[in-house]
């Protein structure tokens, strides 16, 4: 069994399973406000695999990825919105959210169909399950026609990450300019719960933990067995070398476009389940911080290895989290935030994950694999 057949493997298995094990047991070991707090990191780790997918393994540094997560997190904002309480007490027959009545003209209608220009926008999201589909519909639509005009026209490097930052600070304007029917810099809050089948998911129930956790674990487990396909190994090389990979005959550019609209779709899921955890959507989630956070994630944790990257992003958040609310340590957590981030560059190139997999190499006991240097600093830790 290959997964069997080297210390390298073995050692991959076992990392998988105690990050999983470790996961599902945390409802044991912290209080509810931890809980809430730790789902809320596994969404950053989710980010974090969406990062390495379309950094570390198609080699393409998407600065915009805040974009396809504000859009999945503004897709079921949209429908909790209209369940909440301060939706169902406008006066209307059916829910109205109170922001457009505070933009609405005197004398104007009271019904989500014109109460403001626009408003007819939120009709579709009266059904939640609307606002779920479209929160991976959306981002991963618009990857893909983003891609596709990158890619094609062999777009890379530098500019692709300029064209990425550029786009999602243009939503974020948008956003912010149509306060009327987005509610602007302030965002959707006062969101209701989300209910499924007659069960109200509260941000602070094991239940709610377990729905974050569980997909985590599950798009973790399934980017691995898609980088392990053909189409991922034909992925990497074209990281690698872009112009064999073409002259070999493979369309490069397809695989790219995919697995960008892949990277889209979990950043667009994780949107979603944040808003669940959080119950706001803000435009800040398109700011250019946060998608440069998500990078710095990434490359702490291993931008070639999708567990390291999600192991990263939990990390960060968590020294972040503990640093920011210690009180010696209030005015300058940023900074240490900062100074790790340069350590781990110069000392640690490929993150986490290479440090791991260099003690593994070093182990007295099992089989090497049979690699030369290149492919190390390729394929460091998986």
Known sequence: ??????????????AYLAFIAVVLAMPAMMDVFWLNRFAKYLVYGMLGIAIALSWGYAGVLNLGQGLFFGLGAYMVAMSLKLQSYTSLQQGSDRPVPDFMLWNAEPGAPTELCCITPGSWLWL??????????????????????IG????????????VAIITLALVLLVRLLIIDFQPITNGFNGLTDLGWLTVGG???????????Y????????????????????AGLILQSTRDDANRARYLGFDVA????????????????AGMLYVVAAEFASPTFMDLTFSISMVVWAAVGGRSSLLGAA??????????ATASETEMLQ???????????VLVVLFLPRGLAGLSHDIVARLPFGKRRRETAAGAVANPAE
């Open 124 to 145: 579709p999201f009266q059904t939640t399950w609307f606002g779920i589909v479209m929160a991976i519909v959306v981002p991963t639509v618009i990857a893909y026609a």
């Open 199 to 209: 069960f109200e998911f509260d941000p602070y129930m094991v239940e709610t933990y």
């Open 331 to 341: 005015e300058s957590w940023r900074a240490i935030i900062g100074l790790v981030f």
């Open 211 to 230: 729905l974050i956790a569980v997909p985590t674990i599950v798009v973790l487990l399934l980017a691995r067995a898609l980088v392990a396909t053909r």
């Open 311 to 320: 192991i990263g992003a939990v990390l960060i958040n968590t020294i972040e």
């Open 1 to 14: 069994m290959r997964l069997f057949s080297d210390r390298h493997h073995v050692a991959e298995l076992l």
């Open 254 to 269: 397809g695989y790219q476009v995919f697995f960008f609209a892949v990277s889209a779709a979990i950043a667009g899921l």
């Open 148 to 159: 596709s005009a990158i890619f094609r026209l062999r777009v890379s490097g530098v500019y």
